[in-house]
T-cell receptor
Framework: AQKITQTQPGMFVQEKEAVTLDCTYDTSDPSYGLFWYKQPSSGEMIFLIYQGSYDQQNATEGRYSLNFQKARKSANLVISASQLGDSAMYFCAMREGLRDGTASKLTFGTGTRLQVTL | KAGVTQTPRYLIKTRGQQVTLSCSPI?????VSWYQQTPGQGLQFLFEYFSETQRNKGNFPGRFSGRQFSNSRSEMNVSTLELGDSALYLC????????????FGPGTRLTVL
C-alpha cells in the first residue's frame, strides 16, 4: 500500500482564490510527522509546513495551512489567496518513528502540479 | 543564513563512469540526507548521515555510497553509472537527528549517456 497518496495529478486555480491539495497517508506508527514541500521548475524543494501527529492544532504558516484529520489519515494543504508564483509541484511527505529516535527518511507522494491562472 | 548548497548543479557522464556529488548543509545542521528524484520512481530516500555516521539507508544498490565529514559536509558517490541513474539528486539538512524541519538544496541534475 502506498504510504502517501496524492490523488490530484494536476489542479488549476484562479489568482486570489483558495485551493486545497489532498494528501492521505497510511501508517501504524503513532508518532509521525507530515510535511508539504513546493518544487518549482528550478527543482529546489521548498519546505512549506509541518504537522506532528500529536499536535493538537492544525499548522499554519502565512498563506499555508494544513487541514489535519487524524482519524481519516488526511493532511490536506490549503493555500489561501493564490498567487502566480504558487504555480509549482507540491509534495506531501511523512516521517515515521519520531518517538523512538529512528526517524530518518521522508516518504513522498507523487505530487500535485498546481497551475495558478489570471 | 545560507541555505543548503549542492555542487555541481549539472553533470553529464557516460555509462560505467563514477561520479561524486557534494552537499554543504545549513550552518549548524548536523544531519544530511540524500534523495533521488526520477519521473518514474518519484522521490526516493538514499541515505542519511548524522555526525559522520550513516543512520539509515534506502533500498539502493551498493554502487550508491556516501560519507559525511566533520564539518557536516557530505558527499555522495555513484560508481559504474547506468542510464537509469539519470536523475535529480537532492540533498537535505536538518539541525539534528530528532529535528523534523528539513531543508533541501537546489539539487544536482545528473545525466548518464
Amino acid at each position: 500500500a502506498q504510504k502517501i497518496t496524492q490523488t490530484q495529478p494536476g489542479m488549476f486555480v484562479q489568482e486570489k482564490e483558495a485551493v486545497t491539495l489532498d494528501c492521505t497517508y497510511d501508517t501504524s506508527d503513532p508518532s509521525y510527522g507530515l510535511f508539504w514541500y513546493k518544487q518549482p521548475s528550478s527543482g529546489e524543494m521548498i519546505f512549506l509546513i509541518y504537522q506532528g501527529s500529536y499536535d493538537q492544532q492544525n499548522a499554519t504558516e502565512g498563506r499555508y495551512s494544513l487541514n489535519f484529520q487524524k482519524a481519516r489519515k488526511s493532511a490536506n494543504l490549503v493555500i489561501s489567496a493564490s498567487q502566480l508564483g504558487d504555480s509549482a509541484m507540491y509534495f506531501c511527505a511523512m516521517r515515521e518513528g519520531l518517538r523512538d529516535g529512528t526517524a530518518s527518511k521522508l516518504t513522498f507522494g507523487t505530487g500535485t502540479r498546481l497551475q495558478v491562472t489570471l | 543564513k545560507a541555505g543548503v548548497t549542492q555542487t555541481p548543479r549539472y553533470l553529464i557522464k557516460t555509462r560505467g563512469q563514477q561520479v561524486t556529488l557534494s552537499c554543504s548543509p545549513i550552518s549548524g545542521h548536523r544531519s544530511v540526507s540524500w534523495y533521488q528524484q526520477t519521473p518514474g520512481q518519484g522521490l526516493q530516500f538514499l541515505f542519511e548521515y548524522f555526525s559522520e555516521t550513516q543512520r539509515n539507508k534506502g533500498n539502493f544498490p551498493g554502487r550508491f555510497s556516501g560519507r559525511q565529514f566533520s564539518n557536516s559536509r557530505s558527499e555522495m558517490n555513484v560508481s559504474t553509472l547506468e542510464l537509469g541513474d539519470s536523475a535529480l539528486y537532492l540533498c537535505a539538512s536538518r539541525l539534528g537527528a530528532v529535528h523534523n524541519e528539513q531543508f533541501f538544496g537546489p539539487g544536482t541534475r545528473l545525466t548518464v549517456l
